[in-house]
């Protein structure tokens, strides 16, 4: 969860889709099939100031501005063990496989591929 900047409180819409935009909350309507797009209004007048290089601003479920520290460079994952892994072993080899039996009959041998006489 992320830290509250300013607490104003706004009741939400769910037709409405809500962002912060030069430190104001902005709300424009969700697009719907068959209807054409609707126009961004200024919610509210906060004047926070913003650092878009460090974090990422939004409105809570409280109606709230909050933002939350970005992450740079993405997620880390967790590795599979802890212990540091070991070199490989040369793996030992197989034993050669035997060609396929002929079939009987058929084609002639002998010759190249693609080749008429």
Do not use: C, H
Not at 25 to 41: D, E, I, N, S
Not at 59 to 80: F, M, N, P, T, W
Not at 87 to 109: F, I, Q, T, V
Request: glycine share 12%.
């Amino acid at each position: 969860m992320g830290e509250k900047i300013a607490k104003l409180g706004i009741k939400r819409d769910n037709d409405m889709m809500y962002y912060i935009k030069s430190g104001d909350v902005w709300a424009t309507p969700r697009k719907k099939p068959g209807q054409p797009k609707g126009k961004a209004a200024k919610v509210a007048a906060a004047g926070v100031e913003m650092d878009y290089s460090k974090f990422l601003y939004y409105l809570d479920g409280d109606g709230d501005i909050a933002r939350k520290e970005r992450q740079v460079g993405g997620s880390k994952r967790k590795s599979s063990s802890k212990a540091p892994k070991a070199a490989k072993k040369p793996a030992a080899k197989k034993a050669a496989k035997k060609a396929p039996a002929k079939k009987a009959g058929g084609k002639k041998a002998g010759g190249k591929k693609g080749k008429r006489k």
